[in-house]
């Protein structure tokens, strides 16, 4: 199978009809404008203050402080208007099919609350009262030895409300054990540069050097990487980027470095970057080619399926697979991406989507009992979003 899905699709979350229900928001939420609290410039949520985007942070009070995000200063006023209850098909700035997915992402996320039967309800309690129909979702959990449904299986068997362990034991999944073996082989990025046959400063060989030219080495980066020569990182007011995964094994990585980095200066990449030492190269995303045009990426996957055939490989959870070997895989990174989340600030498409899952996952883990299972609930909160969670990228249509 040599194809390239990049027009997602998202898993048909049917929401029942919530025509004269309320809403409002939780009472165990509280806005806290940046100016009310005390910010170490060094730290995220001082750097989102210092961008002028956002005016403070929704926190918990009564001892709930599970939660908390960033508002900008049109989201502060508008939950400001949502302390009293309010109509659902009266409430201002969320119109059409996209603002019903946002009011009931709120709801699910535990920000807001809905009017049910027995009273007010949000997060999964309130699930049956705003999804009418998750079947396709429900089906996908079946969906065999899909390497991201395991590891969000992996993340639901721990009983805890914690997303920042949550959402670690998720972006960690399917790294291999740093053995006395590896160890010795790649202890560090001189090792890695030695045996890839590179040059001084890690300098490229063959037709690939007068393409990319290596970035300056800093240890706290963790990464070996180079850049195009003639292409600007990011177009100004560029969006968005496109990633590649190259993810073999970690035994075939040195064959699969030469075959990619003798076929790359015939590509339109941007940059690339391996792990620099035996804990980098036994990742799974151990290897990513970033480019700026969605089919030139693809033009590249596809070549490269043929390429790397026959070697071993190691699966990247939480991205879109290009061909059916396991080897070759892609993701959209956000230029210039600072939304909070559990694992400190999303930077990625992996980061991201890990991010979100943990929140949900935390959000079913707080019901003592559960309504809907925590995998369930999660898929649903990401269809929501307009991620296809059977290819695992942005539907098209969002």
Same mark, same amino acid.
């Given at each position: ?120 309800? #949000?997060? $999964? &309690? *309130?699930?049956?009262?705003? @999804?009418?129909? !998750? /079947? ?128 790359? #200066?015939? $590509? &339109? *990449?941007?940059?690339?970057? @391996?792990?620099? !030492? /035996? ?120």
């Amino acid at each position: 199978m040599n194809r390239f899905d990049y027009l997602g699709a998202v898993p048909n979350v049917r929401i029942g009809n919530l025509q004269g229900r309320c809403i409002r928001v939780r009472s165990s939420y509280s806005f806290v404008p940046f100016a009310g609290l005390e910010l170490d410039p060094t730290e995220h949520l001082a750097q989102l203050a210092a961008s002028g985007e956002y005016a403070g942070v929704l926190v918990g009070v009564d001892g709930e402080k599970h939660f908390i995000k960033a508002l900008s200063p049109e989201m502060a006023d508008w939950l400001g208007s949502l302390r009293e209850p309010c109509r659902i098909d009266e409430v201002e700035g969320f119109t059409g099919s996209e603002g019903l997915r946002g009011l009931v992402g709120l709801v699910l996320d535990g920000v807001l609350e809905i009017e049910s039967e027995d009273g007010f309800c #949000s997060e $999964s &309690a *309130a699930y049956h009262v705003l @999804i009418a129909d !998750d /079947a396709e979702v429900a089906g996908s959990t079946c969906a065999g030895d899909d390497i991201s449904l395991r590891a969000i299986r992996h993340a639901s068997r721990f009983d805890t409300t914690e997303a920042n362990f949550l959402a670690a034991r998720l972006y960690l999944y399917g790294r291999r054990p740093v053995t006395r073996r590896w160890l010795n082989r790649w202890p560090d990025a001189e090792a890695v540069i030695q045996e890839l046959g590179l040059g001084h400063r890690a300098e490229l060989k063959g037709k690939a050097s007068a393409s990319f030219s290596p970035d300056r080495w800093n240890p706290e980066w963790p990464w070996l990487s180079w850049r195009s020569r003639e292409r600007t990182a990011i177009e100004e007011g560029r969006s968005q980027v496109y990633k590649l995964y190259l993810a073999p094994d970690a035994i075939d990585f040195i064959d699969a470095f030469h075959i990619v980095s003798n076929r790359l #200066s015939d $590509s &339109a *990449a941007l940059s690339f970057k @391996i792990g620099p !030492d /035996a804990y980098g190269l036994q990742r799974p995303d151990k290897f990513i080619v970033y480019f700026a045009d969605l089919r030139e990426m693809a033009r590249f996957g596809l070549e490269l399926a043929g390429a790397l055939r026959g070697l071993r490989a190691q699966a990247v959870p939480f991205t879109a697979a290009i061909g059916d070997q396991g080897l070759i895989w892609w993701g959209i990174d956000s230029a210039n991406s600072q939304a909070p989340a559990a694992l400190g600030f999303v930077d990625s498409w992996r980061f991201w989507v890990a991010n979100r899952i943990a929140l949900a996952l935390s959000v079913a883990n707080r019901q003592e009992r559960p309504v809907v299972e925590p995998l369930r609930f999660a898929l649903t909160r990401l269809a929501l979003f307009g991620v296809d969670t059977r290819h695992w990228c942005m539907a098209a249509d969002v």
